[in-house]
């Protein structure tokens, strides 16, 4: 190769090279400068979306945690009404309750009530009932004191014990008793008599058929009279 002994030419070479780095420099910074604002861009780019998707992540977490304690609120509310419920149903079965017994003890009261007056009634009537029973043993025994020596005594209360004597001509002195209460009900009911009679039963049937105390009497007297003959 043939050395190149022109120093323009040299220079010229030199320049041209010169011009051609100065060149690719350029080209190659403005490269390097558009990377690098494309590399900032998509950085940026890369942070933003980065930030975004967490931002997204936190924001998707605090709805579940929301979700999750109105869910429990809504439970705890749900329980708390139930349990609202359950006592308002305690208390209307209780009140209820306390109603029916309260008409049951109303219609217990009404009905002793009821009962009380219909016994007032009885008792009432009962007593009319006694009072003219006793007028009519009152006059028997009036009459047949006087005309057959009869004696009427009270004993034990409302039981009466009717004495006979002048029964048996040889000993006309004898006792001869039988004992007469008065029921409830005001119907007789006779007790004993001494000596024993058999038809006392019967004379008591018959009693309660006519209420007719002298009779009885009088039927009584000649049933005592037959025994003493014997």
């Not at 998707?53 to 605090?62: A, G, L, R």
């Not at 749900?78 to 009140?95: F, G, H, I, N, W």
């Not at 016994?119 to 028997?140: E, G, I, P």
Request: glycine residues 4%; positive net charge.
């Amino acid at each position: 190769m043939a050395s190149i002994k022109d120093p323009h030419v040299v220079d010229t070479f030199r320049a041209a090279m010169e011009e051609v780095y100065s060149r690719l420099l350029v080209r190659t910074s403005g490269e390097i400068s558009e990377a690098a604002v494309e590399l900032g861009r998509s950085h940026r780019l890369s942070v933003k979306s980065a930030a975004d998707t967490c931002s997204k992540k936190c924001e998707d977490n605090k709805l579940f945690e929301t979700i999750q304690t109105n869910k429990q609120d809504l439970a705890k509310k749900t329980l708390l009404m139930k349990e609202k419920r359950d006592a308002v149903s305690r208390s209307l079965v209780a009140m209820e309750q306390k109603q029916g017994q309260k008409d049951a003890l109303r219609l217990q009261m009404e009905t002793l009530s009821e009962e009380q007056a219909e016994r007032r009634t009885l008792v009432v009537s009962q007593n009319r009932a006694n009072k003219d029973r006793l007028k009519n043993l009152l006059k028997a025994k009036q009459v047949f004191q006087e005309r057959l020596g009869l004696e009427i005594r009270r004993i034990h209360g409302q039981k009466l014990q009717f004495v006979f004597q002048n029964i048996n001509p040889a000993s006309p002195e004898n006792v001869y008793t039988f004992t007469m209460g008065i029921n409830a009900d005001g119907s007789y009911q006779i007790m004993s008599s001494d000596p024993v009679l058999e038809s006392l039963g019967d004379l008591e049937k018959r009693l309660h058929q006519t209420n007719n105390i002298s009779a009885f009497l009088a039927n009584i007297r000649k049933e005592f009279v037959a025994q003493a003959r014997f």
